[in-house]
């Protein structure tokens, strides 16, 4: 699929002003914990935008980023995540399990390695009944501490399964190590299992884009699985228990305004996917600072409308705390 | 009305669910079709019908039950067979976060109409790591359907309805049911869930029992018979959805409940039938209720160590008569 460096940037942007909305939203209801996306946004946009119907999506708790860039309605998943009527769930999910089948997502489990067990299931269906589509696995690195991760990797391998195992590598050593393998080298477990695979700078969106496109391309012409991993900058706020808005609202004026791009977060807005985004689409001329602005007044001011519709949704009637178990 | 063994009737469900729907498949197929009284012929017949629905998956039980979760929320209707019932431990998370979750966590968005076999129960010599009666668990996980069929005739129609459920189901075969002979109705039969069977009819004392244990209390029934003691023996057939009106009813009639699970007494099916009653029932009990089950320890391996712990028709009419006295 052809890369439109607007629209790409546009949804970047969206899912970028989604969590910053998520931090004040849950300041604002005193809610629990959330897992953001902010820094996933170059793969999360590159990846989930060039799916189609019919293909199915495993996500983790992480999901926020995902279900946005693949078109879901902020107002509806915000609404989810505050627990509401109006919500992706009606408010039985929450943050940890938000998912909207319309779109493709099926079960989203916050158990670690879970969407990989998941995935495998939905691509033997998607094989055994020949609908030509592919299942994604979302999963961060931490998922390739649980054994679940290996058994299904093998299976997709030993099957030929047409999934994506698309891996957001979000750790960092010292406080912000998310996994603890003895190799260094995640892509050595699918070399291992037979698994073609590749590895991509998580930050840089086009490179995401060609990455994923291959890839896609790989397991849509019936090669079997592929493994991709995506190597991330981990946002400075993202702690293992709690965030903290450390960073602030993003300002993409950061992008090319130095005084503003010298604080302390310097290094977090060089690396930053979304600032990255804009500064490349800028240099090369293809957007004036003006149209970034504007791109960027546009999600919040989608995300202004989300918040109104989520906090306006009511919470469920208690009942139906009871209903929908079985079918 | 053909006469079948218990294991035959089940393979028959399944011929039974291949040929009406082609979203059916069996992973850990070679563990429920060989070596179970079925004709050579018959056995080979199947193999050769379904070659790409017959699975023999690698020792996976985790990513097999996650597999047949996700094959199910996209469309399919997939039973996996564990073999023993402890290797489905192997896939707890699998069943009981993600199976159970399904449906309640997408708010009825998604739906797992899966079926997930295992072979339970005090062997015989089977020590403690293949003795396991694990039913309480799956009863409690609040998403999943249990089933226990008792017969082969249930056998046949549970499991029918099993695979027909648009839920995740848990089927439990008692390892010494399966060379059972009986009745089984002619055709696609089959058994809807929530609907207890009144094994013997009695006035006396009620005997609420499942799986071996039904067979169990029948034959305490029938030394009870003798003495004069008229038993009524429930078999509810499925826990999730569980019929407790007819064991109600039944405590109305008798007056007398005693509960009998081959699992561990602690939290078992048997509790949780015995506090059904005290709350429902109270009124029409004559005397405290009793529950045979298995002590809380591991099954041991000795033939003596092992008899000591396990239920038997002994040992349920001797509560029969305690409750009675």
């Known amino acids: ?327 | 009305m053909p006469t079948k063994s218990f294991a035959v009737a089940m393979i028959d469900a399944l011929a039974y669910s291949l040929k009406s729907d082609p979203n059916v498949v069996v992973i850990g197929a070679h563990s429920f079709l060989s070596d179970r009284g079925l004709k050579p012929e018959d056995e080979r017949a199947l193999w050769d019908a379904f070659p790409d629905r017959l699975i023999d998956p690698p020792t996976s039980e985790g990513v097999t039950t996650s597999l047949v979760t996700g094959a199910a929320m996209a469309g399919m209707r997939p039973f996996l067979n564990y073999g023993t019932a402890t290797f489905a431990y192997e896939a707890f998370n699998q069943i009981m976060s993600e199976a159970a979750n399904v449906a309640a966590m997408s708010n009825g968005q998604l739906r797992a109409p899966l079926t997930l076999h295992m072979y339970a129960g005090i062997r015989g010599g089977g020590a403690a790591q293949h003795s396991s009666s694990p039913q309480a668990m799956y009863a409690n996980a609040a998403g999943i359907e249990l089933v226990l069929p008792a017969s082969p005739a249930d056998a046949q129609g549970l499991l029918r309805s099993a695979i027909l459920s648009s839920n995740p189901t848990v089927v439990i075969t008692h390892t010494k049911l399966l060379a059972m002979t009986g009745d089984v109705p002619d055709g696609d039969h089959r058994v809807p869930f929530g609907k207890a069977r009144i094994a013997r009819e009695g006035r006396d004392v009620t005997i609420v029992a499942t799986s071996l244990m039904v067979r169990e209390a029948l034959r305490a029934a029938e030394t009870l018979a003798a003495d004069g003691i008229e038993a009524e023996v429930v078999d509810p057939r499925t826990i999730v959805p569980l019929d407790s009106d007819a064991i109600c009813r039944s405590v109305q009639k008798t007056g007398r409940l005693v509960t009998v699970d081959e699992g561990n007494a602690l939290c078992s099916i048997g509790s949780e039938i015995a506090a059904l009653v005290a709350e429902r029932a109270f009124d029409a009990l004559k005397g405290p209720i009793l529950r045979v089950a298995r002590p809380p320890v591991p099954v041991a391996f000795s033939p003596p160590l092992e008899a000591h712990i396990t239920p038997n028709a002994d040992k349920i009419a001797a509560a029969a008569k305690k409750a009675l006295a």
């Open chain 1, 1 to 327: 699929m052809a890369l439109d460096p607007r629209a790409m940037l546009a949804r970047m942007l969206l899912m970028r002003r989604f969590e910053e909305t998520v931090i004040h939203v849950a300041r604002a209801h005193k809610l629990g914990r959330q897992h953001l996306a902010i820094g996933n946004e170059a793969i999360g946009a590159a990846a989930l935008t060039q799916l189609r119907d019919g293909d199915l999506i495993y996500t983790t708790h992480r999901n926020h980023g995902h279900m946005i860039a693949r078109g879901v309605d902020p107002g509806k998943a915000l609404a989810e995540i505050l627990g509401r009527e109006g919500g992706l769930c009606g408010g039985k999910g929450g943050t940890w399990h938000m998912t909207d089948p319309a779109l493709g997502f099926q079960s989203t489990s916050a158990m670690v390695g879970g969407s990989v067990g998941l995935s495998v299931g939905g691509a033997f269906a998607l094989k055994h009944r020949k609908t030509g589509g592919v299942a994604v696995a979302l999963f961060g690195d931490g998922a390739l501490d649980e054994g679940i991760a290996y058994e299904a990797l093998n299976i997709a391998s030993l099957y030929s399964l047409p999934v994506l195992f698309l891996c957001e590598n979000n750790s960092k050593e010292g406080e912000a190590q998310t996994s603890r393998l003895a190799t260094k080298e995640l892509t050595a477990v699918p070399a291992a299992l037979k698994i073609a695979f590749a590895s991509v700078d998580g930050g840089d969106v086009e490179a995401c884009h060609a990455a994923v496109e291959a890839a896609l391309a790989h397991v849509r012409g019936g090669n079997g699985p592929y493994f991709l991993e995506a190597q991330l900058v981990r946002w400075p706020g993202s702690h293992q228990i709690v965030h903290e808005f450390t960073t602030g609202e993003t300002d993409v004026s950061a992008a090319w305004d130095q005084a503003k791009a010298s604080n302390e977060h310097a290094e977090w807005q060089r690396t930053d996917p979304v600032l990255r985004a804009a500064r490349a689409l800028i240099a090369r001329g293809v957007l004036a600072r003006e149209d970034v602005l504007t791109l960027d007044a546009e999600a919040n001011a989608r995300m202004a409308a989300a918040r109104a519709f989520a906090e306006a949704s009511p919470l469920p009637k208690p009942d139906a705390a009871l209903a929908g178990v079985f079918v």
